[in-house]
């Protein structure tokens, strides 16, 4: 069958184009990864009726189905209606009209999370309750945004190679009363975060805080409640981690000890600060690019405007990336070979 396709259109609609001509593969939004399971007889209907059979898990904890045909898009746009309307407007609380056929944009891309404290005994953070908050604020929209929220530093859902990373800390409270000097602390921290603890010549415990990640290691191990989470539930943030052929990076810390209000403030400013770099006309292009092409200092100014930051909030004065690491294949091969001409092995 022919086709006038409008891949552009479709795309906006979550639509992925297949290397099979006049098939493409539908993306759903599952933010913060965590959906009720009756969702997903709806998903094995779609990919029977109208996919090819199968299913692929997204590599952004979407939904996915391969081989819709071009010419049932509409059709299935329709039939998802019900999950939009249960999933980002009732669950997210977004604002945004699903009777406009399927996903108005592909912009501000899933927000991901790892299981967190809702189930993982390192969680510091409920991530899935935050990823939902941030996706209200960052979609619908054309800007192009990558965001990952972790429970902990362990940062299993791969933050760092997000746009924005977050992490769940905690500063730990430690009670010199109730530590029976048994070194487990010691021992875990050294052996599961950075070695910041060691026990003192009184058989308590010292602590290097500078460079402490707030993870909670030590408050999980400790036999006695020595150590404790503290009550108020704070995040780190990476900034500008990406994949992609050209210049793949981590991200780098731009906040850390941040309140939940400081990171939905922050991201309110999103496409304020997308829609200025780019001069107000919307264009597709990577949210980390738009930082690089702001620079860092004028990303901080507008990003933070407006912004209360709590008490205990510290932010990046700089953030230097190295660029070239992919570009010049400098850890594979000499720069003298840079330039010789013609294909290379
Ligand atoms: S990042 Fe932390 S909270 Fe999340 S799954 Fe991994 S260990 Fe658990
Ligand atoms: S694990 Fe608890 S009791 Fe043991 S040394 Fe550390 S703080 Fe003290
Ligand atoms: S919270 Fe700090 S002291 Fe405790 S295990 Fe993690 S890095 Fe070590």
Partial sequence: MNHDINIKKVRINCFRQSKVKG??????????????????????????RWGNGTFHMGTRQTLDIPGIKYENIEEVNKFIKGYIQDVDVEMCNVDMDVNDGGYPTIGARNVMSCIGNAHCIKGNANTYELARKIERIVFPSHYHIKVAVAGCPNDCVKANFNDFGIMGVN??????????????????CQHHATGVLSLNANNKVDKDTCCCVGCGECSLICPTGAWSRGTKQLYRVTLGGRTGKQNPRAGKLFMNWVTEDVILAMFGNWQKFSAWVLDYKPEYLHGGHLIDRAGYK???????????LNPEAKVADDIFWAENEQRGNMHVMPVSQHKTAGPQN
Avoid: T, W
């Fill in 298 to 308: 004028e990303f901080k100014k507008r990003i933070l405007e407006g912004v209360e």
């Fill in 23 to 48: 098939e493409f593969m539908l993306q759903m939004r599952v933010p913060g990864a965590l959906i009720n399971a009756k969702h997903l007889s709806m998903v094995q209907e779609i990919c029977e």
């Fill in 171 to 188: 500063k730990q409270v430690y009670d010199v009363d109730r530590c029976i000097g048994c070194g487990c602390c010691v021992e875990a």
